[in-house]
């Protein structure tokens, strides 16, 4: 079985939140990205995964371009 998996940045909160959810009711599962308060994204990612998916939120400030390598990396291990 081949399982869909969607990428959202700023999943944490708003607009982004919103995709994530309507992704997960759909059965997708979802890698969402946060800025600052891992709280909040993780609590997202634990509702997420109550719906019954697979979620996970990794940290990426996408202002600063040399921090993509490590969630690149970081990105590879949670997949």
Do not use: F
């Given at each position: 079985m081949i399982r869909k998996i969607a990428l959202?940045?700023?999943?944490s909160r708003g607009l982004g939140?919103?995709?994530?959810?309507?992704?997960a009711a759909r059965g997708i599962d979802v890698i969402g990205t946060y800025?600052?308060?891992?709280?909040?994204?993780?609590?997202?990612a634990a509702r997420l995964e109550q719906a019954g998916v697979k979620a996970a939120m990794l940290?990426?400030?996408?202002?600063?371009?040399s921090s993509f390598a490590g969630f690149a990396e970081r990105l590879g291990t949670t997949l």
């Open positions: 959202i940045t700023g999943a939140r919103n995709a994530a959810e309507h992704l800025n600052s308060k891992a709280d909040e994204a993780h609590a997202v940290q990426l400030d996408v202002s600063d371009s």
